[in-house]
């Protein structure tokens, strides 16, 4: 069974109130890995909205309600969910390194073998870069009708990642 949770923290608690206070968002719970579209998207347009909109919260002790407006600090996801949500190849695929363009080399270890990236080989990501390589990837699967969608490229913006 495969479970892929969406916490929030809020930053402004003090640290130790942060970890005692997650907030449950959203869970994928299948057999199988999400559609990044399907999990990802409703939580991404409320996020946008509570960016450029905010929300009023009445405060106690205050007459009049404050609006306060959500930014996305960072998203720590696993090395299995990144490159699904960032549409790049996985960590351990050729040019699978999600801050350079280095294709890696394939090492034999006992009766298998692995990828690795040489450090500082390949020139670095650029987020235009990206967003061009998400545009050919969007061209392709119109031209050849790939199954298979993640996440639009756009949710990046809201979704620094580490």
Not at 29 to 37: A, G, L, Q
Not at 47 to 57: A, M, N, P, V
């Amino acid at each position: 069974m495969s479970v892929w949770p969406i916490q929030l923290m809020l930053n402004e608690l003090p640290y130790r109130e942060q970890r005692e206070n997650i907030i449950l968002v959203g869970l994928w719970f299948s057999p199988s890995k999400p559609d990044m579209n399907t999990i990802l998207s409703p939580f991404v347009q409320e996020l946008c909205k509570l960016h450029s909109e905010g929300i009023d919260i009445q405060l106690l002790g205050q007459n009049s309600p404050t609006n306060f407006k959500i930014y996305i600090l960072i998203s720590s996801v696993d090395s299995v969910a990144r490159p699904m949500i960032q549409r790049t190849k996985q960590f351990n695929g050729k040019f699978g390194c999600s801050y350079c363009l280095n294709e890696g080399v394939i090492r034999d270890v006992g009766r298998g073998s692995f990828r690795v990236y040489l450090g500082d080989v390949g020139p670095k990501r650029t987020l235009e870069q990206h967003f061009a390589d998400c545009n050919s990837i969007d061209q392709l699967e119109v031209k050849y009708k790939w199954s298979q969608r993640n996440i639009s490229c756009i949710t990046i913006r809201y979704l620094p990642f580490i």
